[in-house]
T-cell receptor
């Protein structure tokens, strides 16, 4: 069964901490995405990557960065966590020109 | 700027009824319109998708209706079942360096037994 695996299901971090969210896919997909999901706002794109070492900003990149050193792994970094970054974070992957994403189960991050 | 508007926010339907969720988009460059289904504790999963060159697509009990001139599309769930209770998201995309999806705000569907 193909999978997108997010390293943590729940995380609690303190304001100002540097936070790493990891995502690994085993489908040899070219594209990987990070979304955050908030009630009433749907899913909003933070960053995406269409190839190793390539990255592009999504709709809400402020306060975040990403890293893709290997094809199967895409990391989201919160440089200095703030309470307004408390959210559900979803990683997804897809083939090059496909709109059919495979999502991970999400990481619920709480910043206190 | 919300490019894909989804309604209603929540929907309650009796078992066997028809569930209808609507979406409207603004950007005429969108060329792919999927629907995703999300169960609690899981990530969204692709349910059905349509391209703007057709007006309807049906897969089992799920149908997408697409109105290009009105810039609207909708999901119809026929013979709704309690197992269909989930959150549904419409989305739209343009192909740029990757096919990025812009999602609606979601509809929480509850099907009563």
């Amino acid at each position: 069964d193909v999978k997108v695996t997010q390293s943590s299901r729940y995380l609690v971090k303190r304001t100002g901490e540097k936070v790493f969210l990891e995502c690994v896919q085993d489908m040899d997909h070219e594209n990987m995405f990070w979304y955050r999901q908030d009630p009433g706002l749907g899913l909003r794109l933070i960053y995406f990557s269409y190839d190793v070492k390539m990255k592009e900003k999504g709709d809400i990149p402020e306060g975040y960065s990403v890293s893709r050193e290997k094809k199967e792994r895409f990391s989201l970094i919160l440089e200095s966590a703030s309470t307004n970054q408390t959210s559900m974070y979803l990683c997804a992957s897809s083939l090059r020109d496909s709109g059919g994403y495979t999502f991970g189960s999400g990481t619920r991050l709480t910043v206190v | 700027q919300q490019q894909v508007k989804q309604s209603p926010q929540s929907l309650i339907v009796q078992k066997g009824g028809i569930s209808i969720i609507n979406c409207a988009y603004e950007n005429t460059a969108f060329d792919y319109f999927p629907w995703y289904q999300q169960f609690p504790g899981k990530g969204p999963a692709l349910l059905i998708a349509i391209r703007p060159d057709v007006s309807e697509k049906k897969e089992g009990r799920f149908t997408i209706s697409f109105n290009k001139s009105a810039k609207q599309f909708s999901l119809h769930i026929m013979d709704s079942q309690p197992g269909d209770s989930a959150t549904y998201f419409c989305a739209a995309s343009i192909r740029r360096s990757a096919r990025q999806l812009t999602f609606g705000s979601g509809t929480q569907l509850t099907v009563l037994p």
